[in-house]
Each structure stands twice: as C-alpha cells, then as structure tokens.
C-alpha cells in the first residue's frame, strides 16, 4: 500500500477532550490549527488517495466533527515540484532515484543543490535522519507542523520533503517532547519566524499530551561563509532553543558586515 497524503479541513476547532479523543482514533494524522482553520494532515496508508480520504472522513466523524473540505495537497505540491524541475534545469521531482543510484546521503543531496533551492525557498524543513544513505527517511509529526506554519506566511518559503519529491515515512513519537526533524535556514530572514513557532510549540500544550513539552530535538543547518554548519539541538527548553536561534541570527548578521 502506498503512504496517501492530504488535509480535511473541520469543523468546529476541537476541544482539549475532543482532540485526546481524535489522536485516540487515529494515528497518523496531525491536527493543527492555522490561520484559525482547524485541519488535520494525514499520512494514511491506502491503496487508493479516495479510499485513504473516505476511511478518515469517517474517523473524524465518528467524533462529532464535520468535514468541511478535503485537500489533496499531493497534486497542488507536485505541480509545484515540476514548475521548479522546468526553471531551474534540476530533476528536483526525481530525488529519490538519485539518492539510489548515486548512493548518497539526503544531506549531500540536498547541498549539491543549495544554489538552486535558494532561489525557490527561504528554508527547508526535512527528515531526521537525512545524513544517512537510505531509501526510508524519517518525517517526526512536528516537523511538518512547524513546515505548515512556515508555509502559511505569506513572506516565506518553506519547502519540505514532499515539495522535492522525496519519499518520507511519517512517524509519531509518543512523548511529551518536540521531534522538529532538519531545519535547514537558507535566508536569515526566516529565523525570527522559526524562533516564534518553536517557542510557540514549546509553551502550549499539544492537546494529545497530558503535560507541557518541555524539551525540543532538532538538527539545525545553515550556510556561515559559504561553509555548511551543523548545530544539534538536543533536548533543549525554549529558552535553550531561543539563544540558540539567535546566536545563529547573530552571526549571520555579524557576517553581512563584514
């Protein structure tokens, strides 16, 4: 079966007690409140997208929620990918076959073509392990909320895994911490926005956990002198996680003076 990826929009907003209940009855859908809408993203196995979309209308309604709408984000990104393949000269839509025959990292991908994604993103929000040779890239849930707010700015461009049509395997960490996967900054101007949404993520409480997360892990990667640098936030608390942000903002500030 094939990993189907699409958004229901709902109705109303659940409830502390109504959300406990939806991550009671699913397990691979992520809700997620943006612009004030109530969604949420499901990675859901299914032989068909119809058939992945109808069992989880039902699931969702089985809680008392409506389903407003559906969308096949799917369609809309890959439409997206294959603008980006034709401008920039790169098979972006074709990373995963790369990955395989060249035999080499996501990471080392990934920097190979810095300079064309830089025209397209401000930053890129990926898989946990993508330092590792593999055909299984791990998604952690916080991952793809914090990329769906990114996206939602109207001023910023946030890619993800799907967006360059590599192939991702969602995961739920059943704890009380924030799993953020790579954050990789290709412009500055995103990190007082990815300050606010970790801090956010860190302070209120996810509905689905009984206490306040209290620690974030994350591999954070970003470009100082047109070297690759490597920061790992490991279990750190939102004050931990802010100095760190901000002493990467400092020093890219420092290194535009220069």
Known sequence: MKVQKF????????TEEEADKLYGVIDDGTLATIADIPQIHFHREATTLDSAIQSAIADVKSLGLEVLRVDTEPEAIASKGENIVKE???????VATRLKEEKISLET???EEIPQLA????VLVLPENLDMVTDRYLEPQHAEEIAQQLKAHP???CGDAFDLGIDSTHIHKHSDEIWAGTIWILDKVVLPFVI???????KNRPSKFPQP???MYAEVRYYESGKLKKITIQGEDEDGC??????IHESLKQENRQ
């Not at 920039?88 to 074709?94: I, N, Q, W």
């Not at 025209?119 to 401000?122: E, S, V």
């Not at 802010?242 to 002493?247: A, G, P, Y």
């Open 155 to 157: 001023n910023i461009k």
């Open 7 to 14: 958004t229901l929009i709902i109705a109303p907003d659940p």
């Open 196 to 202: 606010n949404i970790v801090s956010s993520l860190l």
């Open 109 to 111: 991908l990934i920097a």
């Open 213 to 215: 997360p209290k620690k």
């Open 88 to 94: 920039s000269g790169k098979a972006l839509s074709d």
């Open 242 to 247: 802010r100095k760190m942000f901000k002493t």
């Open 119 to 122: 025209k397209f993103y401000d």
